[in-house]
């Protein structure tokens, strides 16, 4: 394995990191909606190339190169003003139902951005981060979770459930509209198999004509990292389910810690995606984080992940997990107004 040095975004505080994922999910959000009407647009041969997608770049200057702006402004953002108005209104399902002649008019008509989320400490950072913002297109939103404990969703080991209640259910629907939420079919729990081949499924319906159908590409895959080193329900010493090519979804049984039961995306599932956030906090991290920063070669999950999604893989942590991690800090330049410039 090569060294890979994913991005290290530092901080001094908890709220500080919510607050710098919350603005990065929103960036991402904004690209991924932009990225809809790029393609709409290429499509009735109108080039949109002057748009610099290539958003991991700090330097707003190079997003959107001066002399392009106003054309991007004028273009692209009624396109997309339309589409937020609509959005605000209508649910997914009656923008869904607007018949168009081709995929393309319909990534112009219901533009959505998928997104993967852990549970754990995750479901916290997203609940302090986002549900104070007014630039959240929840009705834009599709969800899907990168593993699932199997538990009733009323558990507090409930992945879905913990959302829920932290997340979900507190979203003014109203004025920012409803997302899809795609979770596990509960009535299968007692069976880690058939729910993660149904799972996968889910998965299938949701992403076939979007992108590829061999591996769906999430706009953004976020992960958190137990102190044992695993991540979605991937454990280190389970080897056959890191090592998983062709199933997106597999069933773990005998999970080391937590419940023993759980279904999880596979590797090269969460390396597919467009942009990957590892968000992690707290000294009882600070062990596992040096042995991924600085013992890549033990191949622990993150590591796989910073090695095989390479350049796509930012790190959100807090000081106390870092410390005594040798490791190059970067500091976080908030960018979702990058993508305001554009209109969205
Ligand atoms: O079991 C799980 O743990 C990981 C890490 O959780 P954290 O609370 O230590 O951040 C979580 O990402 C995963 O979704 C969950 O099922």
Known sequence: MTTTVPKIYAFHEFSQVADAVADYVVYAQNHALLKNVKNDRKHSNISLHSVNNDDDSNNSS??????????????SSQLLNKENNNSAVKSTKS???VSGSSKFSKAKKDPRFKIALSGGSLIQVLHEGLLKRDDVQWGKWDIYFADERLVPFESEHSNYGLAKRKIFDMIETEKFGKPNIYHIDESLIDDPQECADDYEKILIKGFA?????????????????????????????????????????????GAPSGPTERISLT??????????AFV???????????TIMERP???????????????RVSWFVDDDALSDVFV????YKYRSNQSNELGL
Request: positive net charge; contains cysteine.
């Open 209 to 253: 004509g979007r992108d590829s159908v061999k591996l769906p590409m999430f706009d953004l895959f976020l992960l958190g990292c137990a102190p044992d080193g695993h991540i979605a329900s991937l454990f280190p010493n389970f080897q056959e389910n890191l090592r998983e090519k062709l199933a997106w979804v597999v069933p773990v049984t």
């Open 95 to 97: 923008l869904s139902s």
């Open 267 to 276: 590797i090269p599932v969460i390396c597919h995606s467009h942009r990957l």
């Open 280 to 290: 992690v906090e707290g000294a009882t991290k600070a062990p596992v984080l040096k």
């Open 62 to 75: 190079s997003t959107v190169p001066a002399g392009n702006l106003n054309f991007a402004k004028s273009e």
């Open 328 to 331: 190059t800090k970067k500091t």
């Open 297 to 311: 070669e033990k191949g622990l999950p993150s590591s796989i992940v910073n090695e095989g999604a390479a350049g």
